[in-house]
T-cell receptor, first 114, second 114 residues
């Protein structure tokens, strides 16, 4: 079975631009979470979606938004990009989004903002 | 709020030697604790998790961790290091039934010398 797939793998954007990152969960998984991993740090939680509803949001500005589609895939949008948004963006899926349902991570999208 | 501290950003061991990666947590309620491994240019993979069952948790690839409430610790060990264990290791904590508020440590980079 395919794992969590993210696209694109790398992206270079200019300050002020907007970006959309995509994630396809493992087949059968209904929950998708997004994390930001700045170089040299651990991942930070951005959003969780379950059955197309937002279940949780981390401490990120409103420039960050996300949605989940009927097929459970998800998009993360970031507007008005700042240099500090440069990071590895990780998507993780799980069956139910509950603590006993392990997170399965994709390989991430490396975003560079210049 | 819950948090974890990983002691030592870099750990170097010889092949065949004991691996010990340290993690201390802070939480006002009984936590769920996790160890993840990240290989270069990849997402995170779950090694093991503590969810209030047995305090000694066995994971994949020969790793195990012991939950010690008195020491607020959840250190990761492996009796004999392999070259393939070289990676970044992250400790994480959650206090809710959802996996959407997982807090990760800054990570420990493990190097294995031949």
């Amino acid at each position: 079975d395919a794992g969590v797939t993210q696209s694109p793998t790398h992206l270079i954007k200019t300050r002020g631009q907007q970006v959309t990152l995509r994630c396809s969960p493992i087949s059968g998984h209904k929950s998708v979470s997004w994390y930001q991993q700045v170089l040299g740090q651990g991942p930070q939680f951005i959003f969780q979606y379950y059955e197309k509803e937002e279940r949780g949001r981390g401490n990120f500005p409103d420039r960050f938004s996300a949605r989940q589609f009927p097929n459970y895939s998800s998009e993360l949008n970031v507007n008005a990009l700042l240099l500090g948004d440069s990071a590895l963006y990780l998507c993780a899926s799980s069956l139910t989004g509950q603590i006993n349902s392990p997170l399965h991570f994709g390989n991430g999208t490396r975003l560079t903002v210049t | 709020a819950q948090s974890v501290t990983q002691l030592g950003s870099h750990v170097s061991v010889s092949e065949g030697a004991l691996v010990l990666l340290r993690c201390n947590y802070s939480s006002s309620v009984p936590p769920y604790l996790f160890w993840y491994v990240q290989y270069p240019n990849q997402g995170l993979q779950l090694l093991l998790k503590y969810t209030s069952a047995a305090t000694l948790v066995k994971g994949i690839n020969g790793f195990e961790a012991e939950f010690k409430k008195s020491e607020t610790s959840f250190h990761l060990t492996k009796p004999s290091a392999h070259m393939s264990d070289a990676a970044e290791y992250f400790c994480a904590v959650s206090v809710s039934n959802n996996n959407n508020d997982m807090r990760f440590g800054a990570g420990t980079r493990l190097t294995v010398k031949p």
